[in-house]
C-alpha cells in the first residue's frame, strides 16, 4: 500500500491564481481531511469528507473548496489563492473518524507570493 | 469553545533526562485524546489513544496518561531520535482539533 499520497510536494503561485493539491489514499479509508499547518498555530482543520459525495467544512473553510467523488480521492482547491494561503498542507485519511488514528499524506508545501 | 493547549513550546533534553509534556483541553463530549509525533518535513505519525480518564499507554520510551482535564506524554531515558515535534488532539463528534506542539531536542 502507498498510503496516503500527496501531489505537488512544493508549489509556487501568484496571487489571485487558482490550483489544485490532490490527495489520494489506497485504503478502502472513509473519512479524509485537509489540514494546513502554519508556525506556532499546529494544525487546523480546513475540510472533511466522511465518505464519497459527502464534504462539510472544517475550522478554516474559507478560499478553498473539496470534492469527493470517489473513496480515494480528496482534491483541494485553491479558487483565487491570497498571501495569507501560504501554507503547508496535509491530506489525511481513517476507517472511519471514531477510530482516530489518522493517516497523514507528506504535506504540500505552498508559497503564494 | 474547544481548545487544546500545549505545554511547554519547546523542551530541549540531554540524553537520558526524563521528563513530561502536557496538553490541556476543554472539549465537550471527548471522545478520544490522541498524540502524533511530527518529524521536520514529514506529516504527522500516530502514537496513542486515550479515551478515559486513568488510562495509560506505554511504547518503548514513551507513556501517554489521561486525566479529565489534560493528558501527559511522559519520557523515560529519552535519546536523540526522540527529537521531533509531538502534537495531541481531541476527537469531537467529526472532526479532531489539534494543539500547537511540543518541539522536543534531545541532545548526545
Known amino acids: 500500500n502507498a498510503g496516503v499520497t500527496q501531489t505537488p510536494k512544493f508549489q509556487v503561485l501568484k496571487t489571485g491564481q487558482s490550483m489544485t493539491l490532490q490527495c489520494a489514499q489506497d485504503?478502502?479509508?472513509?473519512?479524509m481531511s485537509w489540514y494546513r499547518q502554519d508556525p506556532g498555530m499546529g494544525l487546523r482543520l480546513i475540510h472533511y469528507?466522511?465518505?464519497?459525495?459527502?464534504?462539510d467544512q472544517g475550522e478554516v473553510p474559507n478560499g478553498y473548496n473539496v470534492s469527493r467523488s470517489t473513496t480515494e480521492d480528496f482534491p483541494l482547491r485553491l479558487l483565487s489563492a491570497a498571501p495569507s494561503q501560504t501554507s503547508v498542507y496535509f491530506c489525511a485519511s481513517s476507517p472511519k473518524i471514531r477510530d482516530g488514528e489518522q493517516f497523514f499524506g507528506p504535506g504540500t508545501r505552498l508559497t503564494v507570493l | 469553545e474547544d481548545q487544546v493547549t500545549q505545554s511547554p513550546e519547546a523542551l530541549r533534553l540531554q540524553e537520558g533526562e526524563s521528563s513530561s509534556l502536557n496538553c490541556s483541553y476543554t472539549v465537550s463530549g471527548l471522545r478520544g485524546l490522541f498524540w502524533y509525533r511530527q518529524d521536520p518535513g514529514k506529516g504527522p505519525e500516530f502514537l496513542f489513544t486515550?479515551?478515559?480518564a486513568g488510562e495509560e499507554k506505554e511504547k518503548e520510551r514513551l507513556k501517554a496518561t489521561l486525566t479529565k482535564k489534560e493528558s501527559f506524554l511522559h519520557i523515560t531515558a529519552p535519546k536523540p531520535e526522540d527529537s521531533a515535534t509531538y502534537l495531541c488532539a481531541v476527537q469531537r463528534t467529526h472532526d479532531m482539533r489539534f494543539g500547537a506542539g511540543t518541539r522536543l531536542t534531545v541532545k548526545p
Open positions: 469528507s466522511v465518505g464519497a459525495g459527502i464534504t
Open positions: 486515550l479515551y478515559s
Open positions: 485504503m478502502n479509508h472513509e473519512y
